[in-house]
């Protein structure tokens, strides 16, 4: 993954997922990492765009620390070596992002967009919490 066109806020959540997806020792960085990243960061958009969209954040990280404690570990070898199919097409999807937004970098808020967008469980986990892409567009 290059991390050349995304800010230093976006490349700060991809290696923060890496250290979240080693710190559990689950095998790949899922998107549950990613989400996780997001809300934890400092200084992002991310929350103002979650409660401008009636998300409640504290139930939303709660849910998301039992999705965390779901995936699979590894035992032996070293985890968090791989990103999971749907981790890499959220960051696929949020450098499409790029043009609808004539946007030069990917930052953060592009990467939460690329997460509602998907069909895995941190997508559906923003959606059951009232996140819809057209409400977090119309907060961009």
Request: hydrophobic letters at 40%; a negative charge; aromatic letters at 4%.
């Amino acid at each position: 993954m290059n991390l050349s066109n995304f800010t230093i806020k976006a490349a700060e959540v991809v290696q923060q997922s890496q250290q979240l997806a080693f710190n559990h020792s689950n095998s790949n960085i899922e998107t549950e990492h990613i989400l996780k990243a997001l809300l934890d960061q400092r200084d992002s958009p991310i929350e103002f765009l979650l409660k401008k969209n009636a998300v409640n954040t504290q139930q939303l990280e709660s849910k998301l620390d039992q999705q965390l404690e779901k995936l699979p570990k590894v035992s032996g070898g070293e985890p968090a070596q791989n990103i999971s199919r749907d981790a890499n097409s959220v960051v696929l999807r949020a450098g499409a992002a790029l043009k609808k937004f004539n946007d030069e970098f990917i930052t953060p808020e592009h990467l939460l967009l690329a997460l509602v967008q998907g069909s895995d469980n941190s997508a559906k986990l923003l959606k059951d919490f009232g996140l819809t892409e057209k409400g977090l567009i119309a907060a961009i």
